[in-house]
C-alpha cells in the first residue's frame, strides 16, 4: 500500500505500533488523509475485511493524536481526516447491518467533521447518518437531519444534490410523496448549477463520481413510484457508474429489473433480475441483499411466480 500510495500512508503505518509524535504537523495529517483516500479506492463489495481493519487502525491511531499540541490550521484539517476516515468505516459498518454501532460510529465522524473546515463533509456525514436513521425505523427523523445539513449554505450544489436525493427517499418511506417530489426538483434544481470543480477531492470518489447523482435520484424515484423517471436514471447510471461502484450498480439493477417487467418487457426485465442474483452471489452487503429480496417480491406481485420461483432458489443456492 506504501509504493501504491506514496509516503504519507507508508509514515503511518510505520507509527500505528508507536505513541503519536510529541506535536502534531501537517505529515501526520497527510498520512490520514492518505489512509482515507487508499481506503476510498477499494471496493469493499467483496467484504474488504483488510480495507476496514486498516481503516480502523488508522483511525484509532489519528484519534490519539487530537491531544498533542499542533497550530489551529492544522487541527482543522485534522478534523476533517479523522471525519472522513470515520464516516466511511461508520458507512461499511451500517453496510454489514450493524446499524446501531454504525449510528455511533457516524455520530462521531459528524462531531468531527463538524470541527474541521470542510462544510460538504460535514453534511455528507449527516447524510450517512440519516440514513441509519431511516432504517432503524425512523425515516422522519433522517428527514430533519437532513434539514439541518441543508441549512448551510456553503454546502457545494453537487452536494447539495446528493442530500436532496436522500431526504426524497426518506420522504417517501415515510409516506409523505409530496414532500419527496419537492426534493426532487431541488436535487435537479442543484444539479443544474453544480460546479464539480469546486468539491473537495473526496467527493470525486463519491458525490461527483460518474453515475452518482443518477442512482441517488433514481433509487428515490422508485421509491416514490414516479417509474418513467425513475426507469430512465437508473439506466442512466448504470451506463456511467464505474467499477468500483459494485454495491451501486447493483441497487440500480435491481430496480430496473422490475421497472422493465412492469412497463411489460418481461424478457428484459427477467434477464437483468437474474443478472442481478448473479452479480451478487459474493457481494457482502445487506443493503443489496434486502434490495434482492425486494426484487423478487416486485417480480411476485408483477405475476411472474415462476421466475421469483427461479431467483429465490438461486439466491439460496448462492
Request: aromatic share 2%; glycine share 8%; net charge neutral.
Amino acid at each position: 500500500m506504501g509504493v501504491a500510495t506514496g509516503e504519507p500512508v507508508t509514515r503511518l503505518l510505520d507509527g500505528l505500533a508507536t505513541d503519536p509524535p510529541t506535536r502534531v504537523g501537517l505529515p501526520e495529517v497527510r498520512a490520514v488523509e492518505a489512509a482515507a483516500d487508499l481506503y476510498m479506492r477499494m471496493d469493499l463489495a467483496r467484504g474488504g475485511d483488510a480495507a476496514i481493519a486498516m481503516a480502523r487502525g488508522s483511525l484509532e491511531w489519528a484519534v490519539k493524536l487530537h491531544d498533542r499540541p499542533m497550530t489551529e490550521p492544522t487541527r482543522e484539517r485534522l478534523c476533517s481526516a479523522i471525519g472522513l476516515l470515520a464516516d466511511r468505516l461508520g458507512w461499511a459498518t451500517y453496510d454489514q447491518g450493524r446499524l446501531e454501532r454504525a449510528a455511533r460510529i457516524l455520530t462521531f465522524a459528524l462531531d468531527s467533521a463538524a470541527r474541521g473546515g470542510d462544510r460538504d463533509l460535514r453534511a455528507h456525514a449527516m447524510l450517512d447518518l440519516s440514513v441509519s436513521f431511516a432504517d432503524l425505523g425512523r425515516p422522519r427523523d433522517g428527514v430533519e437531519i437532513l434539514r439541518l445539513a441543508l441549512g448551510d449554505e456553503r454546502v457545494s450544489s453537487a452536494e447539495r444534490a446528493n442530500v436532496h436525493a436522500v431526504a426524497a427517499r426518506h420522504c417517501a418511506a415515510a409516506g409523505d410523496l409530496t414532500a419527496g417530489l419537492r426534493h426532487i426538483g431541488l436535487a435537479e434544481e442543484a444539479l443544474a448549477r453544480a460546479e464539480p470543480a469546486v468539491a473537495p477531492d473526496w467527493a470525486r470518489h463519491i458525490t461527483v463520481s460518474p453515475g452518482h447523482h443518477d442512482s441517488a435520484l433514481g433509487l428515490a424515484l422508485f421509491q416514490l413510484g414516479d417509474d418513467a423517471r425513475a426507469r430512465d436514471r437508473l439506466a442512466a447510471a448504470l451506463e456511467r457508474l464505474g467499477e468500483s461502484r459494485t454495491r451501486t450498480g447493483l441497487r440500480c439493477l435491481t430496480r430496473l429489473a422490475v421497472l422493465r417487467i412492469r412497463e411489460g418487457d418481461r424478457d428484459t426485465g427477467a434477464e437483468q433480475a437474474r443478472r442481478a442474483v448473479a452479480l451478487a452471489a459474493d457481494v457482502r452487503s445487506i443493503r443489496v441483499a434486502g434490495d434482492l429480496r425486494t426484487m423478487i417480491d416486485g417480480v411476485r406481485q408483477c405475476g411472474m411466480t415462476e421466475l421469483a420461483r427461479e431467483l429465490t432458489h438461486s439466491l439460496t443456492a448462492a
